[in-house]
């Protein structure tokens, strides 16, 4: 926590359980730079819906924070605080307007080391939910409807987000005996409007975070025409199916704890 790596003196000193201390011994150390610098120096911002994207690196796991401010008339404030020690590290600060904002971002350690400043401007992409009265449930020949705690819609009606006690639809199960056991479990739901998705929110079960049930991977598929009077094989999670041909997919994830794989 000295700042400097200008050549510094100290004094040393040693003590007993008793608090009696030794005659100093005058040193004079060279601190070496503050990690903080070094992440610092990584970050890269992107621009993002309804906010920026910070991902920076962190290669011996240094316990630290990210702060981003932003400009609110004629001064900056502080939009939020991330703490992070992972070696990779990504955040999203959201709830911006799609007006051009300007930002500063800086790095702290937990000595209260501090790195510079980055100073960077983004007209943050626009975005807006989406009207979630509009969806209804499209049952699919091997599509898995099973409930637990709640009903199928209970994967969009809101009640579930980040209340670990409210009811919702969970994914540990599959009710559809056309599927045997097989995975992936699918399920399908009709948006009601034509739209380009930004980001999807998926909320673990609560108190059994990244277990009973949760969703390891994930992958997500589009289409706006609906095919009718399809044999039911076409509609297959596994290889008997060839519904993939005629839909898009939007994108793949995997869930990773924050402290990293177990």
Not at 17 to 35: C, L
Not at 112 to 134: A, I, Q
Not at 193 to 222: C, D, H, I, N, P
Request: proline fraction near 5%; glycine fraction near 6%; charged fraction near 25%.
């Amino acid at each position: 926590g000295f700042g400097t790596t200008d050549p510094v003196e100290v004094a040393l000193y040693t003590v007993d359980f008793s608090m009696n201390r030794s005659e100093p011994v005058i040193v004079t150390i060279q601190p070496k730079e503050a990690y903080v610098h070094e992440v610092f120096r990584s970050i890269e911002p992107m621009n993002d819906f309804a906010g920026i994207t910070l991902k920076w690196q962190n290669e011996i796991k240094l316990p630290v924070s990210i702060t981003l401010l932003y400009k609110d008339g004629d001064q900056y404030v502080e939009k939020e605080t991330y703490f992070s020690d992972l070696k990779e590290g990504e955040h999203a600060f959201r709830s911006f307007d799609d007006v051009l904002t300007q930002f500063k971002v800086f790095v702290k350690d937990q000595w209260d080391n501090c790195s510079d400043t980055l100073s960077f401007e983004f007209t943050p992409l626009y975005e807006v939910p989406l009207d979630r009265t509009k969806y209804k449930q499209v049952k699919l020949p091997f599509d898995c409807t099973s409930v637990q705690y709640g009903a199928w819609w209970a994967v969009w009606d809101n009640c579930h987000d980040g209340d670990a006690f409210d009811l919702g639809w969970v994914s540990a199960l599959d009710n559809n005996p056309e599927n045997e056991g097989r995975f992936p479990i699918m399920t399908t739901f009709d948006l009601g409007v034509y739209a380009q998705l930004s980001r999807v929110t998926m909320w673990m079960r609560g108190l059994v975070e990244y277990g009973t049930g949760a969703f390891k991977k994930v992958e997500f598929w589009g289409t706006d025409e609906m095919a009718t009077n399809k044999p039911n094989d076409y509609w297959a999670s596994d290889d008997r199916g060839s519904w993939k041909n005629d839909w898009i997919k939007l994108g793949e994830f995997e869930t990773t704890k924050p402290s990293g794989p177990s």
